[in-house]
């Protein structure tokens, strides 16, 4: 089923390699005695995919020179996302109803198995009203995008077909083959859109309070230093004791932080939501690039965050002492709010 999706243009190249690795390595879980559940934990962290995205989002994310870069990385990995969960909503719904023609099969067994497959159809269902949820222009013209290249690979086959039978001759089928290559090349990705994506980056600064104070030549200054960054479900946006200091600012979106307890593991201490900062520690260092993360914060949904370097904010705390000083108060509180709950 897998392979016919790619084969139809429903799924690119790379969700095809990246799910059939996945459904690989799951079998050879299985077959060692895990269950599904831990089965699909070690897939993915065998994962040379997930491997490679987990390393290209790390080397990325504190690199103010990569952020457009990085942008136009994390519009690929949303649009494989959704071809992700397309493709398991379409492999479980075809599961479930061959299992309803498996008349030989124990009845209870392939009530549970029918049970569990949808389960897990409903659950793709619901990240995909997520995404849409998230991503609402996005979504739409990326389903539309995949629907064009499913037509046009449909038509295609039949051209194929007609050509095999001579219908067609040689020049004729040449034509429509680059024809049709032209066509699907000319299918864009687009751009991400969050649900108040459409407002530019002066209208997302004007909502962040600390910035009240600024003149409009330093608001556009800052303007220009600022980048839009979109973190997926699950991404760090920083990691506990890595170097960084990129200053965020978190326009829409929910983000756990979490630090390191004394047995390695990680506790969650509090969350971000739409407005936080994230990042004013390593303002009210003073030396460049000695800074290491305290905590590390991840995504628990899709986040659309502004990103400005810390040399642009460091001229504007420098010439605005209140605005340091707000955020040395959301400093403390923080700290305070750790320490208590430590």
């Not at 290559?181 to 309070?209: A, F, H, K, W, Y």
């Not at 605005?323 to 709950?341: G, P, W």
Request: glycine share 6%; net charge neutral.
């Amino acid at each position: 089923m897998l392979e016919t999706l790619y084969e139809g243009n429903v799924i690119s190249q790379y969700v095809y390699l990246r799910m059939n690795d996945a459904r690989l390595d799951m079998q050879e879980a299985l077959r060692t005695g895990k269950s599904e559940h831990r089965a699909m934990r070690a897939s993915n962290r065998k994962s040379l995919f997930v491997r490679v995205e987990g390393y290209l989002l790390r080397y990325s994310r504190e690199r103010p020179w990569m952020s457009s870069l990085l942008s136009r990385y994390q519009v690929l990995r949303l649009v494989q996302q959704i071809e992700r969960h397309i493709a398991k909503v379409i492999i479980s719904n075809n599961i479930i109803e061959m299992l309803k023609h498996q008349d030989e099969l124990d009845q209870s067994a392939r009530d549970q198995l029918i049970e569990n497959y949808s389960a897990r159809h409903r659950f793709y269902l619901k990240e995909l009203a997520i995404a849409e949820q998230h991503f609402p222009s996005f979504f739409h013209r990326n389903m539309e995008r995949m629907a064009h290249r499913s037509m046009i690979n449909r038509g295609w086959m039949h051209v194929e077909k007609q050509f095999e039978h001579g219908e067609i001759g040689a020049k004729g089928f040449n034509i429509i083959k680059n024809k049709v290559s032209l066509e699907l090349e000319g299918i864009t990705i687009g751009e991400v859109s969050l649900p108040r994506s459409s407002e530019s980056l002066s209208d997302l600064l004007d909502q962040v309070n600390i910035f009240d104070a600024l003149s409009s030549g330093d608001r556009r200054d800052l303007e220009i230093q600022a980048n839009d960054i979109t973190f997926l479900a699950g991404d760090t946006i920083v990691g506990e004791s890595e170097k960084g200091d990129n200053f965020y600012i978190l326009i829409h979106g929910t983000a756990a932080v979490l630090k390191l307890d004394k047995e390695g593991k990680h506790q969650q201490v509090t969350e971000f939501k739409d407005g936080d900062i994230i990042g004013e520690s390593s303002l009210l260092e003073q030396e460049k690039g000695r800074h290491r993360r305290s905590a590390s914060i991840v995504a628990r949904t899709a986040c659309h965050m502004v990103s400005i370097t810390r040399k642009a904010m460091l001229k504007i705390v420098d010439k605005y002492p209140d605005i340091r000083q707000q955020l040395q108060e959301i400093h403390d509180k923080r700290i305070n709010a750790t320490e208590q709950s430590g």
